[in-house]
Every structure is written in C-alpha cells, then in structure tokens.
C-alpha cells in the first residue's frame, strides 16, 4: 500500500531543500537566466546538502540512504525554485546514480569518491540525438567492438555541461543492443558546441560529437544487454516528472497570488468565474500529475520494473507543466509576457519537458 505522508527525515528533507530553495535559489533565478550562468557559491552551498551525497553507497563514503521517492521530494522543491538551477544541482547524479546502479566494485571505487567529497563535481548524461526518429533505446549513436573496447561514433544534444565535470556517460548502440558508456570528457575525438536553448539558460548543455572516441572495455556500465539503458531512462523520466511537477507548481502560485491581488471592475481577478475555474484546473492536475510520480518512484523503491508507470508520470507531468505555465502568463494577461515576471520564464522552461530525456535522475 502506498503512503502519501512522508515520514518524518522527508518531511525534514523537504522543509530544509524549501527553505534552501526559497532563500538562495529562487532570489537568483531570474539573473541567472539571463546572464547564462549559476554562481560557484550557490552549487557549493547545495552540495552541502548532500542531496545527491546521501544516495551514494557507504562503503564509498555516501550515506546509502537510496530512495526514489526522497530523490522526487528534493526535485520537486529545487524546481520550484527554478528548473536550470534544480538540474544543475541535481547533476552529479547523472554519473554517480548510474554507477552505483550498473558498475562494478572497480568502477564504483573509480568514479563514485568524487562525488562525496567536499567540492561540487558536475556529472553529464548524453542520450538525446538532434533527429526527429531518435528513440532512447535505438540510438543512431554506434559503439563498434575494437581492439579490447570500443569506438564510438554519433551525435548528442541537450547534454548538461558544467564546469568541473571530467566524465560523461554516453548511451551508444552496439551489437547486443544500447548501452551506457563512462567516458572521460577529455578524450580524442569528443567535441563540444554550446547550445543556445528556448529555456533552461542557465544551465549550460552543449551538443556532444563523437568521432572515433576509443572507449576501454572497462567503460561499459551495466548487463550485456539493453537493461541497464531502460533502467537509467525509467529513473531519468520520473526524475524529470518530479522536476516538472515543480514547474508546475510555482506557474501556479504566482498566478494564485497574482488573480488575488489583481482587481478589475472593483473585485480581485480571482473572484471571476473564467479565472477561478482555470486557477482550480491548475490545482487538480498539479495533484493529479504528482500522484503518477509518487506512484512510479514507490514502485522503483520496491524494486519493480516500472517502464509503464515512469512513462506515464512523465507524459503527464510535462503535459500538466505546459498547460499550467501557459494558464499563468494567462491568468497575468500582458505581464505574463514581461520578462520582469516569472511565468514567461516558466513557460520556455516547461516547453522543454517534451524534448528532454534523462536530464535527472532518481
């Protein structure tokens, strides 16, 4: 049976991830955006945290405290605050995660102390491919057996890219079906491109070229099979559902307290008809959509394949995120469209939802 009330250390975990949220992050949001950048101090101060620190492993200096839902609670409140700094945050996950899920005891003992130590160390996750057939197990991004290892050819986008970051998983194609590959950022024959995005300015995401990026044997995460590939995108869509459902929340807390302060014809915006239902809609599928998740991570949690229901929160909580931040430039009418006011910048941001893959984990 599933409980809907957190315990007591999640409910703590929320309170403490809100208030850091909501003192540090979200006053930042907006210059952020704007000057294309997340300040050094702030990803430090969120490191101390340890609220990726804490899912890791003891036996490799985590706090083997590993919880689908807690990763959900946390991504919701940091993307409450804003999503490019939520997934910034949440980044180290993208390698840590997959490691601890799919490596060996050598490649745990490797790669996993960097990301218990006292400095923030990014992590990025390479699956998107700028084709319109991608197809997350079918990349077009190929891995031929050579020499003891393999060679990797193809083309990734919307890869998360921050500073301090020294490896990459790449999901390739390879005989046996798609596979995920740990390769250092500084090998022969990788090259980057900035991206320019819609949304997420923030966050810096580069399109990723392989050509001939020779990749050891040992590089090979995970069963010799596709099944460790449909285990990171599970867990990468219900992360991105839970990120979404943050979205979605705070398009519709501004929009909330704008209808309420904003009058015409004498009385506040929300007291109208036309306004109170669309407000009311907002409320239901924000609940309704959070449900799908909280479902999905409980199921992960109890060690179920859970493709059907990670899929489904997903759909859902982009769809809801959309209309949501659409209903809030809305509900705002012109201000909706300045730039002084959070909802445009939550509408670009949830746009996005439709294209990402994997760009967090739980």
Same mark, same amino acid.
């Given at each position: 049976?599933?409980?809907?009330?957190?315990?007591?250390?999640?409910?703590?975990?929320?309170?403490?991830?809100?208030?850091?949220?909501?003192?540090?992050?979200?006053?930042?949001?907006?210059?952020?955006? /704007?000057?294309?950048?997340?300040? %050094?101090?702030?990803? %430090?101060?969120?490191?101390?945290?340890?609220? $990726?620190?804490?899912?890791?492993?003891?036996? *490799?200096?985590?706090?083997?405290?590993?919880? +689908?839902?807690?990763?959900?609670?946390?991504?919701?409140?940091?993307?409450?605050?804003?999503?490019?700094?939520?997934?910034?945050?949440?980044?180290?996950?993208?390698?840590?995660?997959?490691?601890?899920?799919?490596?060996?005891? /050598?490649?745990?003992?490797? *790669? &996993? @102390?960097?990301?218990?130590?006292?400095?923030?160390? @990014?992590?990025?996750?390479?699956?998107?491919?700028?084709?319109?057939?991608?197809?997350?197990?079918?990349?077009?991004?190929?891995?031929? +057996?050579?020499?003891?290892?393999? =060679?990797?050819?193809?083309?990734?986008?919307?890869?998360?890219? &921050? /500073?301090?970051?020294?490896?990459?998983? $790449?999901?390739?194609?390879?005989?046996?079906? @798609?596979?995920?590959?740990?390769?250092?950022?500084?090998?022969?024959?990788?090259?980057?491109?900035?991206e320019r995005n819609m949304g997420i300015d923030a966050l810096p995401t580069v399109e990723l070229t392989l050509e001939g990026v020779f990749a050891p044997a040992d590089a090979l995460l995970g069963p010799?099979?596709?099944?460790?590939?449909?285990?990171?995108?599970?867990?990468?869509? =219900?992360?991105?559902?839970?990120?979404?459902?943050? =979205?979605?929340?705070?398009?519709?807390?501004?929009?909330? /307290?704008?209808?309420?302060?904003?009058?015409?014809?004498?009385?506040?915006?929300?007291?109208?008809? %036309?306004?109170a239902f669309k407000l009311a809609d907002m409320a239901i599928e924000i609940d309704g959509a959070r449900l799908l998740v909280w479902e999905a991570a409980w199921k992960l949690d109890q060690g179920d394949?859970?493709?059907?229901?990670?899929?489904?929160?997903?759909?859902?909580?982009?769809?809801?995120?959309?209309?949501? +931040?659409?209903?809030? $430039?809305?509900?705002?009418?012109g201000h909706g469209y300045i730039r002084e006011y959070l909802p445009e910048l939550h509408l670009r941001n949830a746009r996005g939802f439709a294209a990402f893959e994997a760009l967090a984990l739980v």
């Open positions: 049976m599933i409980d809907f009330q957190p315990t007591e250390e999640q409910q703590l975990i929320i309170e403490v991830v809100r208030q850091f949220a909501g003192n540090e992050l979200r006053p930042i949001a907006r210059d952020c955006s /704007e000057l294309r950048e997340i300040p %050094a101090k702030v990803l %430090a101060q969120a490191h101390e945290l340890g609220l $990726v620190a804490t899912s890791i492993e003891e036996s *490799h200096g985590g706090g083997g405290e590993r919880c +689908a839902v807690t990763g959900c609670l946390i991504a919701e409140e940091l993307a409450h605050a804003d999503l490019a700094l939520a997934l910034a945050i949440l980044s180290p996950a993208l390698i840590a995660l997959p490691v601890c899920d799919l490596g060996s005891e /050598e490649q745990k003992s490797a *790669h &996993l @102390p960097a990301f218990t130590r006292s400095q923030f160390v @990014p992590g990025s996750l390479a699956v998107v491919e700028p084709d319109i057939r991608f197809d997350p197990l079918a990349p077009r991004t190929r891995a031929r +057996a050579q020499d003891g290892g393999f =060679v990797l050819d193809g083309t990734k986008c919307f890869v998360p890219w &921050l /500073e301090g970051g020294t490896q990459v998983i $790449v999901i390739a194609a390879t005989e046996r079906g @798609p596979r995920p590959f740990l390769i250092s950022r500084d090998c022969p024959g990788l090259s980057v491109v900035p010799d099979d596709d099944r460790a590939v449909r285990s990171l995108i599970d867990r990468g869509r =219900v992360g991105l559902a839970a990120t979404a459902i943050g =979205v979605a929340r705070a398009a519709y807390e501004v929009a909330l /307290e704008y209808a309420k302060e904003r009058e015409a014809f004498g009385a506040p915006i929300a007291t109208k008809q %036309a306004i394949t859970v493709t059907r229901e990670a899929t489904l929160a997903h759909c859902q909580a982009r769809r809801v995120a959309l209309e949501v +931040a659409d209903g809030a $430039v809305q509900v705002l009418g």
